[in-house]
């Protein structure tokens, strides 16, 4: 099996086909394939070199263009997903696993004191819904899935699914069966 790079890797989980750069150019079309495009080229190069200059730049008109809040410092696995082009708020200090799934109006954030004072750390294989909440220094396990409108500021054990708000843990076994497609 030929090396992948992270890129053909997070487009991989868009269409589940290994795609060539002129490949990945004619995707771009799509904003959430472009984002994660220019985030990967902005995490690639140091910040202070010229191309770093350069990618960090566009990411920045891209966050605002359309509204993905996600910076290069931001720790996140190969097969990356965002499901949806909507308003989208990652703490640059958060971690991500690989072939996580990420839907609109997600917050993943910081929280500034108490007893879960920190950052999210989110596993493998995580499926997080439209408008899902997840805030402090929590833990999200292996195969969990987050369900739209939910809000998680508790770690969340592998194998779970989380509803509601505030979120219950169900275990499932099989909890992102379906939604988390083409791993990389």
Same mark, same amino acid.
């Given at each position: 099996?030929? =090396?992948y ?8 989980? =868009? ?5 060539? /750069? ?6 771009? !079309? &799509? ?14 190069? &140091?910040?202070?070199? !010229? ?7 566009? +990411?920045?008109?891209?966050? @605002?263009?359309?509204?993905?809040q @996600?910076?290069?410092?931001? $720790?996140?696995? =190969?097969?990356?997903? +965002? ?6 708020? @990652?703490?640059?200090?958060?971690k ?9 109006g997600? /917050?993943?954030? $910081? $929280?500034?004191r ?6 999210? %750390? !989110?596993?493998? =294989? ?10 402090? &220094? %929590?833990n999200?396990?292996?195969?969990? +899935? ?5 809000? %998680? ?30 791993? %990389?």
């Amino acid at each position: 099996m030929p =090396e992948y790079s992270v890129i053909q890797k997070d487009f991989y989980r =868009e269409s589940g086909k290994w795609l060539s /750069t002129l490949g990945i150019w004619k995707k771009c !079309i &799509n904003p959430n394939l472009h984002y994660i495009y220019v985030l990967r080229k902005a995490q690639k190069y &140091n910040k202070k070199s !010229i191309p770093g200059i350069f990618w960090r730049l566009a +990411l920045r008109h891209y966050q @605002i263009k359309y509204g993905f809040q @996600i910076y290069p410092e931001t $720790q996140i696995g =190969e097969g990356f997903y +965002l499901g949806h082009w909507g308003t989208l708020v @990652i703490n640059p200090k958060a971690k991500i696993g690989k072939n996580c799934n990420i839907a609109q109006g997600v /917050t993943i954030g $910081q $929280q500034n004191r108490g007893k879960n004072e920190g950052y999210p %750390v !989110i596993g493998d =294989e995580v499926w997080i819904g439209p408008n899902a909440v997840i805030v402090g &220094n %929590v833990n999200i396990g292996n195969n969990v +899935l987050i369900a739209p409108n939910s809000y %998680v500021n508790f770690d969340v054990p592998a194998d779970s699914m989380i509803m509601g708000n505030p979120g219950k843990i169900y275990p499932k076994s099989n909890a992102t069966e379906g939604y988390i497609n083409h791993k %990389v």
